[in-house]
């Protein structure tokens, strides 16, 4: 007995209508893998349509400028992170030592191990010429991961398990190695011919330095 194909899966407006459901994130995509391979300024619009598989036109119905497809790069591959990283320490049951050591593992696994760590480095290369950018960036990712990072900071303090600190200082600290480990993999290490940091290990020696010191 044969079977019938759905309306559905032979639909062609929905097949339509599903491409162009799929075609923001296939957009966000190319934008993001040539922004990191060719600078913000140096890709062109077309270039972005072309890998996304659409025409220019098409890119300009979803993104009216090419900042602001800059920032929607950003923002879905890392300010949208924020949220759900304060809801998961809304209900972390650990130590603050543990959250902090989680919070640096979890950077790195949605983060530092994806082609999103090609954009701190693209921003810091762009943000002279373009300020509202750097602006943005400041607003939507500094500003909420030096928050996040105080929070676990704080936690620490009015428990009793991390001695007063100056916060304002302490946060930079917690992020510097995780900006490193991206400038690292994106330029520096490229230049830096047979000297091997694997990341994880990278991580653990930087929060156990964090937490213990390095005396004895």
Same mark, same amino acid.
């Given at each position: ?46 270039e ?13 119905l979803?993104?009216?400028? *090419?900042? /602001? =497809?800059?920032? @929607? &790069? ?7 992170? !924020? ?10 049951q650990?130590?603050?030592?543990e959250?902090l ?21 693209l ?7 373009f ?9 939507e990712?500094?500003?909420p ?10 936690r ?5 398990e991390?001695? *007063?600190? /100056? =916060?304002?200082? @302490? &946060? ?7 900006? !490193? ?17 694997d ?15 390095v005396?004895?």
């Amino acid at each position: 007995m044969s079977s019938t194909p759905s309306l559905l899966a032979i639909d062609p407006q929905h097949k339509r209508e599903r491409r162009k459901q799929a075609r923001p994130g296939e957009l966000l995509q190319a934008a993001l893998s040539l922004f990191v391979e060719k600078g913000f300024a140096a890709t062109r619009v077309e270039e972005v349509a072309a890998l996304a598989g659409v025409s220019k036109g098409t890119l300009f119905l979803y993104f009216e400028t *090419k900042e /602001d =497809l800059l920032k @929607a &790069v950003i923002r879905e591959n890392i300010a949208n992170l !924020f949220p759900a990283w304060n809801e998961e320490f809304n209900s972390f049951q650990g130590s603050s030592s543990e959250m902090l050591r989680y919070a640096m593992r979890s950077w790195w696994e949605r983060i530092g191990n994806t082609p999103a760590s090609g954009i701190p480095k693209l921003v810091m290369g762009e943000a002279q010429n373009f300020p509202e950018i750097a602006t943005f960036y400041h607003a939507e990712v500094i500003e909420p991961g030096v928050a996040l990072i105080r929070r676990i900071l704080q936690r620490g303090i009015d428990c009793g398990e991390f001695r *007063k600190i /100056d =916060l304002d200082q @302490a &946060v930079h600290t917690v992020y510097a190695p995780m900006i !490193f480990l991206m400038m690292w993999k994106n330029s520096m290490g490229l230049c830096s011919s047979g000297i091997q940091i694997d990341p994880v290990r990278f991580i653990e020696m930087q929060v156990d330095v964090l937490l213990h010191g390095v005396t004895v």
